[in-house]
Nanobody, 119 residues
């Protein structure tokens, strides 16, 4: 399974960005796909997770609830993260990752895409 994230950039506070994650390869054993971020000086955190098969939402980080939306296309090739009302605290490198069925850890990782929110 290969994951490729894109869509990062520089945006002013209050603005919006949409991140995309291209998912390819043998995806039959994937249980969930998520977006994670690594902010400067902080631990990597989970931002939003969804179930790969049905596309239902698993959860959002409390800090992004109501502002970010994770979604998947019907062809099951893309996962998106729509980010609205961005805040400087949202700055970081965003990664998409996949978890296999019956696994507790996210095993498949894409390269990150940098999001910078200026105040």
């Amino acid at each position: 399974v290969q994951l490729q994230a894109s869509g990062g950039g520089l945006v002013q506070a209050g603005g919006s960005l949409t991140l995309s994650c291209l998912v390819s390869g043998r995806t039959g054993n994937i249980y969930s796909i998520g977006w994670f971020r690594k902010a400067p000086g902080k631990e990597r955190e989970s931002v939003a997770l969804l179930r790969w098969s049905g596309g239902s939402i698993i959860n959002y980080a409390p800090s992004v609830l109501g502002r970010f939306t994770i979604s998947r296309d019907n062809a099951k090739t893309m996962v998106y993260l729509q980010m609205n009302s961005l805040e400087p605290e949202d700055t970081g490198v965003y990664y998409c990752a996949g978890k296999r069925m019956f696994s507790s850890d996210y095993f498949y990782w894409g390269q990150g895409t940098l999001v910078t929110v200026s105040s």
